[in-house]
């Protein structure tokens, strides 16, 4: 009997992970986020007819999926630009998630007489968060400003932990019939905050010293895979934020990845995070897709055109809330930044502000925490409008997703905020140093060095000259050497490797190229260091 249930567990893991591949690459060949394409082809294959019934678990969602997935968006997140645009972000990921809440508590009313406001409170928690992997797939794509494609990924990475925070308080006052106070709920802030932010740190410390012994990508990776969980659970055990226990630690191991990392290992591990990444990610979309049948039975059948109706207006409502709150919360946080902060910040263009607007999708997040509601209160009465709730949830994420997603890269192109040529001074200016760096190391080993490899040196300085000129790879012309000259030759570019690589990292601690950069200088680098020498 347990043989059959794992054989079924794994076929129909299998089929799901056939099913994201062969729509993953239609999404590619559309040109279509695929997220989108996902989710809408979850959907219909949910309708169709004997397809086994895949009901989404919140406890594999929120303990299983959740973690990697925060742990590899903070992996790939600049610092320099998450801290920078910090002021923001917190605008929109705690002002715009409470705005969120109450505009939804004391809004749902007029659609839904027989919710009280609690249980509105309830119901804005749950949608609140939003997914931003849709948005920023999409924006990357199409060429978005860096800005904004920094700020919803700043937002991501933090909304989730007040959403969550946000229903903590809803299912209170529900269960219980208490309204936190003000002091307890600001505690409470401070606390879930500050120690999910210990946590990140002492798990990302303890990592680092770890990882500073050991040189071996499969342990490595393992060890990697490990982290996100032992941080959002040490985070969740102590009743703080697992969420920012996890972010905290993604961007400090990012950081520190440089130094530990070593060039194969790093080419490993970026391999094998982008497949669990996308295969993650893939899952979740499709879930989100196979839900509709289970949708369908929360409400009756004689009800659901009118269900359907309502579901479409409270989406709307959710969408005028987010687009509500942009103008003033971004002349507001821009304030802030140049009076309390000093920041030389200019208030953005107000299509800008729109599309920032526009891409408030919600993801896998507000299906699992409707999900999870409880069934009864602690009374036994059933849980208030769950089946609503359940409901609601999963017509926003349908709406935002599909709705917003197809129409991004039109308004974006209505707008003209595509630039697709951004500028790319940073990383040239960075590309330049690096090979004056190794030019210089070049000319100071040649003083040291015996004359006849004069010929050596002339080789790769040629070499490094013509980049500085091009600033674009170029094949070196295969020389005859003989073994002593090519084992010279060989050193020598192992040692100029090390140099690009210590001014690149330089560079980026000095804050003149941001993470991104620095990754993408790193990987040509781990590239020309782990094959062979020319």
Known sequence: MVESNVQGVELVFLLLLL??????????????SYPIVLVIAGALLGLVPGIPKVTLNPDTVFFVILPPLLYSAAWNTSWREFSYHLVGISFLAIGLVAFTVLGVAFGVHWLFPQIDWKVGVVLGAVIAPTDALAATSIAKRI????????????????????GLLALEFGLAMVNGGNTPSITSATFRLVYLTVAGLVVGLATGWIVDKIERRIDHGPI???????????????????????VLAVVTCGLYLARRSSDFFSPGVRLQAWAVWESITFILNGLVFVLIGLQLPFIREVVRSDDLPTMILYGLLFSAFVIALRMIWMFPGTYLSILVRRHLLHQSETVPPARGILVVGWTGMRGVIALAAAIALPQTLPDGSPFPHRDLIIFLAFTVIFVTLVLQGLTLPWLVRLLGLSTAAESKHEEEAARREILKSALAFLEDERQRDEREFDVVYEDLAGH??????????????????????????????????????????????????????????ERELDLREAGPAH
Do not use: W
Not at 475 to 494: A, D, P, T
């Open 143 to 162: 060429g978005l400003p860096k800005r904004i494609v920094d700020i919803l990924e700043g937002e991501s990475l933090v909304n989730d932990a007040t």
């Open 464 to 521: 490094y000259r013509q980049r500085l000129n091009t600033l674009s790879e170029c094949e070196q012309k295969e020389n005859v050497l003989g073994v002593k000259h090519h084992n010279r030759f060989s050193h020598l570019s192992r040692e100029l490797v090390q140099v690009e690589r210590r001014t690149a990292i330089r560079l980026r601690n000095q804050g003149n190229i941001n993470d991104e950069i620095l990754r993408q200088l």
């Open 220 to 242: 490595e990776i393992a060890l990697s895979i490990l982290v996100p969980y032992a941080a959002y659970f040490v985070g969740n055990g102590i009743r703080a934020s697992g």
């Open 19 to 32: 099913f994201i591949v062969v729509f993953g690459e239609l999404a590619r060949r559309l040109n279509i």
